[in-house]
């Protein structure tokens, strides 16, 4: 990979301010620097100490990290816990009155509970799915608007030692269906409908069309929650939330599982059209949750209000919404709606309701908002903030600048925290009294987090050039492996190419001269759009199962506000079709993409060719694609296409 100029250039470098550093829980670069060299003079050691600081053990570990069968690490495998209970037992005696949830609905309606409710509303669940048979090792399949219900879910999960496998509300039936079946749940909960920016969409429809969609045998009940009051059908496997829980006890004696139980299971897109199932442990996990919290976050559980704006539908909703902040007794804020509802100043409208601190979104909500509004931060008080974080894409510098100044007030740091649905909790990021920002960079690795940039033979790359982003050592919060495929896991995550040991990535990287790490996108065919993944194969595979396609190729190009566009080259099975036809086609197809998959996934735009750009063997070429998508002249050479004509065509996108 080439070096990379442009990004060298900047230079703004912001050390944290001394007011920050003398209250931060990891105080200047030396108390960083300390911690680091613990963890490499001794790495177990350094992993035990953190794991007995954050965690409440049933029974105390003694084993640190197992690799005699490598890469299936195991982290304090014969220490016991409950990941429940650890976030909300152990704060009831000293903080039950302390609310844990602050919910923000789409209409702008507040409802708090305090740990005290919290506890007995996820022991009612837990009785509850107790009650319809659900034991430890059940998956149970969570289809739910952002509300304190999915965390309660979530919640009630762990505390019986079933796996849960959230859904994004954003997803169709059909991916639904496939994430049911491949992990084979008892149980979905869901709700009538989500609200969100006054529609509502209905997710109970969508539960029961998946389970017409194939055998879905395994699924013995389906749990309701009223959220809309929506109309639904009603079946005999389905049951009322309200009417489950009402009679069920206010405890439940949680199940003390082994720190390697697996926690959950979150689909993810990979190269291939099969999502991948990523299966987290309890210990390693909420250890990566509760250290990342007081870490990263530099969290103050007495006086943050912590808001992470994700849906628990993505990683960083299960690990910044539903555990991590409750792991640490702390306040935080959950949104049921969309940022520009009913207008473009939401965000900063509840930040000042709420006194919120510590603010966490992603790169493309950032520049949607500057877009809207650039302004608009200044009309509300936000003075409550202190810390503000990204996630889900690199930022640009210009909108890390932004968002340091118009809405941090140029006080508080910004910490752009680089990780993944597999790393489970954040990876390179600053800790924000110790660590100088610069714009668009994630910093440097957390402490014990040995990652580096290597070349695709796992040597070195001289600085300011790009290669593979790697993780030389196992970490407590990495996944497990992928549900039901351990050979997929092996195979994606630690390729023999690297010596079979080497967590890869996926992402390409480079470091500049001070070993600060810039990440520069992913090395393989996986799309972020919107700080979302998605598979370009994914997206191919839901094109050609519509009757009318015969082959299609899937690329991104750079997108203002989204990150990444999704263009979609398609080969119809007639002929190719132009003018009015060409246009009724294509939106038919964007449609047919997001029933297939989801909203998210529908193509940005559609361009049809009589063929596809192929070398003589029969391969798309894929680069030459991204160069048409962008616009951008052919400097490649194309003598070894079969068909050079087809360019022409596919230089047209559909109007
Ligand atoms: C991919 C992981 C981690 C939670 C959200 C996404 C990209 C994520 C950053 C960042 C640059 C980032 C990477 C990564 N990514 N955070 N701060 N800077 N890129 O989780 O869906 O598993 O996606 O998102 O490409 O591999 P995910």
Same mark, same amino acid.
């Given at each position: 990979?080439?070096?990379?100029?442009?990004?060298?250039?900047?230079?703004?470098?912001?050390?944290?301010?001394?007011?920050?550093?003398?209250?931060?829980?990891?105080?200047?670069?030396?108390?960083?620097? /300390?911690?680091?060299?613990?963890?490499?003079?001794?790495?177990?050691?350094?992993?035990?100490?953190?794991?007995?600081? !954050?965690?409440?053990?049933?029974?105390?570990?003694?084993?640190?990290?197992?690799?005699?069968?490598? =890469?299936?690490?195991?982290?304090?495998?014969?220490?016991?816990?409950?990941?429940?209970?650890?976030?909300?037992?152990?704060?009831?005696?000293?903080?039950?009155?302390?609310?844990?949830?602050?919910?923000?609905?789409?209409?702008?309606?507040?409802?708090?509970?305090?740990?005290?409710?919290?506890?007995?509303?996820?022991?009612?669940?837990?009785?509850?799915?107790?009650?319809?048979?659900?034991?430890?090792?059940?998956?149970?399949?969570?289809?739910?608007?952002?509300?304190?219900?999915?965390?309660?879910?979530?919640?009630?999960?762990?505390?019986?030692?079933?796996?849960?496998?959230?859904?994004?509300?954003?997803?169709?039936?059909?991916?639904?269906?496939?994430?049911?079946?491949?992990?084979?749940?008892?149980?979905?909960?869901?709700?009538?409908?989500?609200?969100?920016? $006054?529609?509502?969409?209905?997710?109970?429809?969508?539960?029961?069309?998946?389970?017409?969609?194939?055998?879905?045998?395994?699924?013995?009940?389906?749990?309701?929650?009223?959220?809309?009051? @929506?109309?639904?059908?009603?079946?005999?496997?389905?049951?009322?939330? !309200?009417?489950?829980?009402?009679?069920?006890?206010?405890?439940?004696?949680?199940?003390?599982?082994?720190?390697? !139980?697996?926690?959950?299971?979150?689909?993810?897109?990979?190269?291939?059209?099969?999502?991948?199932?990523?299966?987290?442990?309890?210990?390693?996990?909420?250890?990566?949750?509760?250290?990342?919290?007081?870490?990263?976050?530099?969290?103050?559980?007495?006086?943050?209000?912590?808001?992470?704006?994700?849906?628990?539908?993505?990683?960083?909703?299960?690990?910044?919404?539903?555990?991590?902040?409750?792991?640490?007794?702390?306040?935080?804020?959950?949104?049921?709606?969309?940022?520009?509802?009913?207008?473009?100043?939401?965000?900063?409208?509840?930040?000042?309701?709420? $006194?919120?601190?510590?603010?966490?979104? /992603?790169?493309?909500?950032?520049?949607?908002?500057?877009?809207?509004?650039?302004?608009?931060?200044?009309?509300?008080?936000?003075?409550?903030?202190?810390?503000?974080?990204?996630?889900?894409? =690199?930022?640009?510098?210009?909108?890390?600048?932004?968002?340091?100044?118009?809405?941090?007030?140029?006080?508080?740091?910004?910490?752009?925290?680089?990780? %993944?649905?597999?790393?489970?909790?954040?990876?390179?990021?600053?800790?924000?009294?110790?660590?100088?920002?610069?714009?668009?960079?994630?910093?440097?690795?957390?402490? $014990?987090?040995?990652?580096?940039?290597?070349?695709?033979?796992? @040597?070195?790359?001289?600085?300011?050039?790009?290669?593979?982003?790697?993780?030389?050592?196992?970490?407590?919060?990495?996944?497990?492996?992928?549900?039901?495929?351990?050979?997929?896991?092996?195979?994606?995550?630690?390729? %023999?190419?690297?010596?079979?040991?080497?967590?890869?990535?996926?992402?390409?990287?480079?470091?500049?001269?001070?070993?600060?790490?810039?990440?520069?996108?992913?090395?393989?065919?996986?799309?972020?759009?919107?700080?979302?993944?998605?598979?370009?194969?994914?997206?191919?595979?839901?094109?050609?199962?519509?009757?009318?396609? /015969?082959?299609?190729?899937?690329?991104?190009?750079?997108?203002?506000?989204?990150?990444?566009?999704?263009?979609?080259?398609?080969?119809?099975?007639?002929?190719?079709?132009?003018?009015?036809?060409?246009?009724?086609?294509?939106?038919?197809?964007?449609?047919?993409?997001?029933?297939?998959?989801?909203?998210? /996934?529908?193509?940005?735009?559609?361009?049809?060719?009589?063929?596809? =750009?192929?070398?003589?063997?029969?391969?798309?070429?894929?680069?030459?694609?991204?160069?048409?998508?962008?616009?951008?002249?052919?400097? %490649?050479?194309?003598?070894?296409?079969?068909?050079?004509?087809?360019?022409?065509?596919?230089?047209?996108?559909?109007?």
């Amino acid at each position: 990979m080439a070096a990379i100029k442009s990004i060298l250039t900047e230079t703004r470098v912001f050390p944290p301010a001394e007011a920050f550093v003398k209250q931060a829980n990891v105080s200047g670069m030396a108390a960083y620097e /300390a911690l680091c060299r613990q963890a490499e003079t001794d790495y177990e050691g350094f992993w035990a100490d953190r794991a007995r600081q !954050h965690i409440t053990w049933k029974t105390p570990f003694t084993h640190v990290l197992d690799d005699s069968n490598a =890469p299936f690490y195991k982290w304090f495998d014969d220490g016991e816990l409950n990941v429940s209970w650890n976030c909300l037992d152990r704060h009831l005696a000293a903080r039950g009155d302390r609310v844990a949830l602050i919910f923000e609905a789409d209409d702008g309606s507040v409802t708090k509970v305090t740990y005290t409710e919290l506890h007995a509303r996820v022991c009612q669940f837990a009785n509850g799915l107790k009650s319809i048979g659900v034991e430890k090792g059940d998956r149970v399949i969570i289809y739910m608007p952002m509300s304190i219900e999915a965390v309660v879910a979530m919640q009630a999960c762990a505390r019986i030692g079933a796996i849960h496998s959230v859904v994004f509300g954003g997803f169709s039936a059909k991916s639904l269906f496939e994430r049911i079946t491949d992990a084979q749940a008892k149980v979905v909960v869901t709700a009538d409908e989500s609200l969100r920016g $006054g529609k509502a969409v209905p997710l109970k429809r969508a539960v029961d069309e998946s389970l017409t969609m194939g055998d879905t045998s395994s699924v013995e009940r389906v749990i309701v929650y009223r959220r809309s009051g @929506g109309a639904v059908n009603w079946g005999a496997r389905d049951l009322w939330w !309200h009417e489950l829980t009402q009679t069920q006890a206010e405890t439940c004696e949680p199940v003390w599982v082994s720190a390697e !139980h697996p926690l959950f299971i979150l689909y993810t897109s990979g190269s291939t059209g099969k999502p991948k199932g990523v299966q987290h442990s309890s210990g390693g996990f909420l250890l990566g949750a509760a250290l990342s919290m007081h870490w990263v976050f530099d969290a103050k559980p007495d006086s943050d209000v912590f808001w992470c704006t994700a849906d628990v539908g993505w990683v960083t909703g299960h690990t910044y919404v539903a555990y991590g902040p409750l792991a640490l007794g702390m306040t935080e804020v959950i949104f049921e709606g969309i940022p520009t509802f009913p207008h473009a100043g939401r965000f900063w409208e509840v930040i000042a309701k709420h $006194g919120v601190t510590t603010f966490y979104t /992603a790169p493309t909500a950032i520049r949607s908002l500057i877009k809207l509004g650039a302004d608009l931060p200044a009309q509300h008080d936000l003075s409550s903030l202190r810390l503000l974080g990204s996630v889900g894409e =690199p930022i640009n510098p210009e909108a890390w600048m932004w968002y340091q100044q118009t809405v941090g007030g140029g006080r508080c740091p910004v910490v752009d925290t680089w990780w %993944q649905t597999e790393t489970g909790a954040h990876m390179i990021a600053p800790l924000p009294g110790a660590v100088p920002t610069k714009p668009g960079s994630c910093t440097l690795p957390l402490p $014990g987090i040995m990652a580096d940039v290597t070349d695709e033979h796992g @040597g070195p790359v001289a600085k300011g050039h790009g290669g593979y982003l790697v993780i030389k050592r196992p970490f407590p919060f990495q996944l497990r492996t992928l549900w039901g495929d351990p050979e997929r896991f092996k195979k994606t995550y630690f390729p %023999q190419e690297l010596g079979g040991a080497t967590y890869l990535a996926g992402d390409s990287a480079h470091r500049d001269e001070d070993g600060y790490f810039w990440i520069m996108g992913r090395v393989d065919d996986v799309l972020n759009v919107s700080g979302h993944r998605l598979g370009t194969m994914e997206i191919e595979s839901a094109l050609v199962s519509n009757l009318r396609v /015969a082959e299609a190729a899937v690329v991104g190009r750079p997108h203002d506000i989204k990150g990444e566009a999704v263009v979609a080259y398609v080969v119809l099975k007639g002929t190719r079709p132009v003018g009015a036809e060409a246009k009724q086609v294509a939106a038919e197809l964007r449609e047919w993409v997001a029933r297939e998959i989801g909203p998210i /996934a529908r193509p940005d735009e559609i361009r049809f060719g009589d063929n596809l =750009p192929k070398t003589r063997s029969g391969k798309i070429m894929r680069r030459l694609l991204r160069a048409i998508a962008k616009g951008e002249e052919i400097a %490649q050479d194309v003598s070894t296409l079969e068909n050079p004509a087809i360019l022409d065509q596919l230089k047209e996108a559909v109007k």
